[in-house]
Nanobody
Framework: VQLQASGGGLVQAGDSLRLSCHAS?????MGWFRRAPGKEREFVAA????????YYAESVKGRATISRDHPENTVYLQLNSLRPEDTAVYYC?????????????????????WGQGTLVTVSS
């Protein structure tokens, strides 16, 4: 499986963006992470294979929506009310196909395949 993330760009605070992650093959539980300049990679959102369960970091809860389109093999991350502190490279990743706990899906270690990242820059 290869992942292609897109949708990043330069926006102003308060704007919205929709990030896309297209997978070349069969996918599983999916996650979005981000790495801000000088910081560690951090969890943003995850969605299970069926799409039934979704998890969000506290920093984006209420402003982000993760979704997936199975026929298109694509996972989306809608980000609203963007803030300068949302500036980061956003990565999508493929996790397992089985049941993975909410805590596990928040961890980098739960994901085995990563996309190349898409840069989101939010100006104040």
């Amino acid at each position: 499986v290869q992942l292609q993330a897109s949708g990043g760009g330069l926006v102003q605070a308060g704007d919205s963006l929709r990030l896309s992650c297209h997978a070349s093959g069969r996918t599983a539980n999916m996650g979005w992470f981000r790495r801000a300049p000088g910081k560690e990679r951090e969890f943003v959102a995850a969605i299970t294979l069926t799409g039934r369960n979704k998890y969000y970091a506290e920093s984006v809860k209420g402003r982000a929506t993760i979704s997936r389109d199975h026929p298109e093999n694509t996972v989306y991350l809608q980000l609203n009310s963007l803030r300068p502190e949302d500036t980061a490279v956003y990565y999508c990743a493929v996790g397992g196909t089985g049941v993975q706990s909410a805590n596990l899906l928040r961890a980098v270690a739960a994901y085995g395949i990563w996309g190349q990242g898409t840069l989101v820059t939010v100006s104040s």
